[in-house]
């Protein structure tokens, strides 16, 4: 598969994952959002690594942390927005202003 093809794919992923976090007021639409950038970021890393060295794995850990993040995250903020739906009955972001700190 040529470079220009998985960048593409990324490219897109990314762009669908914008208009997640800045068009949505659903927080939960906003974290997929948030999932989709760092999943298409990923694949970037992934597709100029394999790119540039070809014959060496040792992205794979880099890669697997990435994605352990991604998981805590998604993890922690879909607690949060269910603590905020049991208590407030929303989840919408613009109601969501006495989650300051």
């Keep these: 598969m040529e470079l220009t093809i998985v960048l593409t794919i990324a490219a897109i992923l990314f762009g669908i994952g914008i208009y997640g976090v800045l068009g949505q007021t659903n ?3 906003i974290m997929m959002g948030v999932e989709l950038m ?3 970021a990923m694949l970037n890393l992934v597709a100029f690594w394999r790119f540039m060295h070809p014959q ?3 992205l ?3 890669v ?3 994605m352990t993040v991604m998981a ?3 993890a922690v903020g879909f607690g949060i927005a269910t603590q905020r739906f049991r208590s407030k009955g929303s989840v919408e972001s613009e109601e969501a202003s006495d989650l300051k700190g």
């Design 72 to 74: 805590l995250e998604a």
């Design 38 to 40: 760092l999943g298409a």
């Design 27 to 29: 927080l939960v639409m």
């Design 64 to 66: 697997l942390v990435i």
């Design 56 to 58: 060496t794995f040792s």
């Design 60 to 62: 794979q850990m880099f």
